[in-house]
């Protein structure tokens, strides 16, 4: 009786182990991973992503602040932006340059150092230039990013480079809008990746009580 059990035992096809094995072959979602292949990482940087007005680059956003008085988020970002300025990235003239309790208005210009790769071997980095606007209201801000402009490789060759003739659509997107240009995309993908932190980090330090 034992050898006829494993003479049939060994009969049995081997598809009928690998479906009991669900640790050998776990279960895919071949529309999740298809659609995975397909997602481009440049997806949030394409057209639309840095606007324009009046043919100047300049990103907005009005950040609510439920409950808390036009001076009370004065107070807030006035503190942070005090303390942006002393940062370890921050170059000589980061500053604040507006600082109006009667309107409760702030604006700081920043000098620092935007990086795009670095390594032991490798430091690619420019200096960037920017200014914060801070215009604050009963229950809310409206916040502005703008006079953004690069100097780029200073130590070889020096390029002053502005975001309205580098990153903007045109400069830095291509025809198709499915890829940034080597170059400028760079510059436009880690400017894009800043003003999404400050302006996030602003909206926390608001909304935290």
């Known amino acids: 009786m034992k050898k006829l059990f494993f003479t049939l035992l060994m009969l049995v096809p081997m598809t009928l182990w690998a479906q009991d094995n669900t640790w050998e072959r776990p279960e895919v979602d071949e529309q999740a991973e298809a659609a995975k292949a397909k ?77 795009f790769k670095k390594s032991a071997l490798v430091l690619d980095q420019t200096r960037f230039y920017y200014a914060i606007k801070a215009e604050c209201k009963n229950g809310g801000v409206d916040v502005t990013m703008s006079h953004i402009r690069y100097l780029y490789e200073e130590q070889r060759t020096p390029q002053r480079l502005v975001a309205e003739g580098w990153i903007t659509d045109k400069d830095a997107v291509n025809k198709k809008n499915t890829r940034l240009f080597p170059g400028s995309g760079k510059f436009r993908r880690k400017t894009i990746d800043r003003k999404d932190f400050l302006f996030n980090k602003f909206e926390s330090l608001l909304n935290e009580n």
């Open 39 to 115: 997602e481009n990482p440049d997806a949030k940087y394409l057209k639309g992503a840095v606007p324009e007005v009046n043919g100047k680059v300049v990103f907005t956003k009005h950040i609510n602040a439920p409950g808390k008085s036009a001076a009370q988020i004065y107070d807030i970002l006035h503190q942070y932006l005090q303390k942006m300025v002393k940062e370890k990235n921050q170059l000589e003239n980061s500053k604040l340059i507006t600082e109006d309790t009667q309107k409760h208005e702030l604006v700081a210009s920043f000098e620092e150092w935007l990086v």
